[in-house]
C-alpha cells in the first residue's frame, strides 16, 4: 500500500513540512527513501560550513580515519570516506596500520591524535584485527573527536536524552525520515538487531523522537509479529532477504541498513525489496540509501566536532 494511500491505518503520518527531496515512487507503490539525494544535501551543508569554519580559524576541520590491516571491504569504506571528505572541505589525515600493529601502539596513535590540535574527529574503522581488543581502543577516543559516537560517554548521552555525537547510521536513518517528512512520535517502531553500533543506537534515537520502540536480536521468540506491527521499521541484521516483504504492515517506513553481498556479487539489504516495496509507503534502497547517509552524518560530526571544539555550539 502506497504513502498517500487513504486506505493505509499503518502509515506513519507526514508531518506539515514539505519533503526537501521530489519522491519517487518504487515500482511497488513505496516512496523511495533517496538516501544518496539526502547525504548530498547534508554534504552540501556541511561543506559550507566547513568553508565558515575555515575562513574563520585559518585550518579545515580535521578528520583522522585509522585502518588497521586491510580488510577489503574496510579498505572500501576508508576510501569513500577519505574522498567524501575531501570533497567537503575537511582534511583527512590517513593513519593505515599492518594487521599485526600492537595494541599498545594503536593506542599511543589515539593518543598522539586526541593530543592533535588540527584534528576534530577521529574515526577507527571496524572491524579491528581480532587480537585487538576494541573496546579498549574505542574508549581512548577522545569523546569530543569521537565522530563515529561509539563512546560510552556519547552513547550515555544519547540514552540520557542530551545526544552530543551521535552514531551516524541511526542518525542518518532519522535524518532521512525528517526530509521525507515522516512523523516518529507515538509511532510502533521495531529495530531488528541490537548491536552497539546499530541497532542499540538506534533504538535510543527512536526513543528520543518519541517512537514506541521494540528492539528483537537472537533471543526475540515471535520476530515475525514484532515486525508485522512496526509502522517504522529499521533492520540491522545482516543477513541477505531476513526479512520478507509479507511481513511488512502495510504503508509502514522501512528503513534497511543491512548490507550484504549475493554470491551473485551483488549488494542487497535485510529486507526482500520488491515485495517490501509493494507493501510500504517508504523504503530505503540497498544501495543508495543508509550506506550514503551514513558517510554523510559523519562528515556532520566531524564539522559540528570542530565548531564544539571551538564552543561555537
Ligand atoms: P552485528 O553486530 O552482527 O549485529 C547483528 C544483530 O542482528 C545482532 O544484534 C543479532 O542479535 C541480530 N540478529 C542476528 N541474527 C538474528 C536473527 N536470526 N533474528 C534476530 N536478530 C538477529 O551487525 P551490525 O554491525 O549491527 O550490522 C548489521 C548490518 O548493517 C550489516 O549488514 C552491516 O554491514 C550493516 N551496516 C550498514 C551500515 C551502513 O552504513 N548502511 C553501517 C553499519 C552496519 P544478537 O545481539 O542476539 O547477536
Not at 515512487?25 to 556541511?46: P, S, Y
Not at 575562513?55 to 580515519?65: C, I
Request: hydrophobic share 50%; proline share 7%; with cysteine.
Amino acid at each position: 500500500m502506497s504513502a498517500s494511500s487513504a486506505a493505509a491505518p499503518a502509515a506513519p503520518a507526514a508531518s506539515a513540512a514539505p519533503a526537501a527531496v521530489a519522491p519517487v515512487r518504487t515500482a511497488g507503490g513505496a516512496i523511495l527513501l533517496d538516501g544518496k539525494a539526502v547525504a548530498a544535501r547534508v554534504r552540501a551543508q556541511v561543506a559550507a560550513q566547513a568553508a565558515a569554519f575555515s575562513a574563520r580559524y585559518g585550518r579545515k576541520p580535521g578528520l583522522a580515519v585509522v585502518q588497521v590491516g586491510n580488510d577489503p571491504a574496510s579498505s572500501v569504506y576508508v576510501r569513500n570516506k577519505r574522498r567524501a571528505s575531501l570533497e567537503a572541505g575537511i582534511e583527512s589525515f590517513a593513519h593505515d596500520l599492518p594487521a599485526d600493529t600492537a595494541p599498545a601502539q594503536i593506542l599511543a596513535l589515539i593518543g598522539r591524535l586526541n593530543a592533535d590540535e588540527r584534528v576534530d574527529g577521529i574515526l577507527v574503522q571496524l572491524p579491528l584485527p581480532v587480537a585487538t581488543d576494541t573496546n579498549s581502543v574505542m574508549d581512548s577516543v577522545d569523546p569530543a573527536k569521537d565522530v563515529d559516537g561509539f563512546h560510552p560517554l556519547n552513547t550515555g548521552l544519547l540514552a540520557q536524552k542530551r545526544p552530543r555525537l551521535r552514531p551516524c547510521t541511526p542518525w542518518g536513518v532519522i535524518r532521512l525520515a525528517q526530509e521525507y517528512g515522516i512523523a516518529l512520535t507515538g509511532r510502533t517502531a521495531t529495530v531488528v538487531g541490537a548491536s552497539n553500533i546499530v541497532g542499540r543506537p538506534m533504538a535510543q534515537e527512536l526513543l528520543l523522537a518519541r517512537a514506541t520502540v521494540t528492539v528483537c536480536h537472537t533471543g526475540t521468540r515471535d520476530l515475525r509479529a514484532e515486525v508485522e506491527r512496526a509502522e517504522v521499521l529499521v533492520a540491522a541484521v545482516g543477513r541477505a532477504g531476513f526479512i520478507p516483504g509479507e511481513w511488512i504492515r502495510p504503508g509502514a517506513a522501512v528503513f534497511d541498513v543491512g548490507i550484504n553481498r549475493t554470491a551473485a556479487g551483488n549488494l542487497v539489504g535485510d529486507v526482500v525489496f520488491d515485495t517490501a516495496a509493494a507493501r510500504a509507503g517508504w523504503i530505503t534502497p540497498v544501495p543508495g540509501g543508509l550506506g550514503p547517509m551514513t558517510i554523510a552524518m559523519l562528515l556532520a560530526n566531524t564539522v559540528e566536532a570542530a565548531q564544539r571544539r571551538k564552543g561555537l555550539v
